[in-house]
């Protein structure tokens, strides 16, 4: 898709505050530093759209962004970061999962893994959470341009074993550094928005 226009549209901790427009939706979600923020700007061309918001310690909000005025990505404040309090920790929970289990304009939640390493314990929970309540989802295994490309599939392998990955879900090679799997990315959202 050739994104001409992204901008945010509101930053919402609860619900009365989400956009009220039918728009498709697609919420970004991953662990803290795992390369969410570069995924959007990439998919959007932007240099620095998603950044500091979404940051550890700070204000821990769902951002909207408005694209092409066509569809909402939903920015997740990223899960795993140590240093979150236990009532932060439940906080976002709850945020997140009134967030997933009620918008119906949630078309499907883009995880985002790194390739370089097996999903964390967090990045299973999340998936089993999603598996759970039936919330369609693609994975996206970035920083790609990290490792050689002949060690790739096994680490592919390693992806999808250690989330237990259902075959009907995609999953998507990519790198914000180079770009790949940029289209790719984009040709299944575009898949999820006609259903
Ligand atoms: P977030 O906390 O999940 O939003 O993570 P960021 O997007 O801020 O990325 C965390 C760090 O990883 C930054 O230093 C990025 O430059 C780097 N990074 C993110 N994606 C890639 C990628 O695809 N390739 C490489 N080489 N570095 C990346």
């Avoid at 919420?27 to 979404?54: C, D, E, Q, T, Y």
Wanted: charged share 25%; aromatic share 8%.
């Amino acid at each position: 898709m050739k994104v001409v226009s992204s901008e945010i549209v509101i930053s919402a901790v609860k619900p009365d505050q989400y956009p009220e427009s039918n728009l498709p939706e697609f919420a970004l979600a991953g662990r803290s530093n795992v390369g969410k923020s570069s995924f959007i700007n990439k998919m959007l061309n932007r240099k620095a759209l998603a950044r500091i918001s979404s940051k550890p310690g700070k204000t821990q909000t769902l951002n909207f962004y408005l694209i092409n005025e066509i569809l909402h990505f939903v920015d997740v404040p990223g899960y795993g970061y140590a240093k979150v309090s236990k009532k932060e920790r439940e906080a976002w929970g709850k945020m997140i999962e009134t967030y997933l289990t009620s918008r119906e304009q949630l078309k499907a939640v883009v995880l985002i893994v790194d390739l370089r390493h097996p999903p964390t314990n967090d990045d299973v929970m999340m998936y089993e959470f999603l598996k759970h309540y039936n919330i369609p989802c693609v994975i996206i295994a970035t920083k790609a341009d990290k490792i050689p490309k002949s060690k790739w599939q096994k680490h592919l392998k390693v992806t999808k074993e250690t989330l237990d990955l259902d075959p009907q879900d995609s999953v998507v090679l990519f790198s914000s550094e180079t770009g790949q799997g940029k289209d790719e990315a984009w040709s299944i959202l575009k898949g999820y928005m006609r259903q």
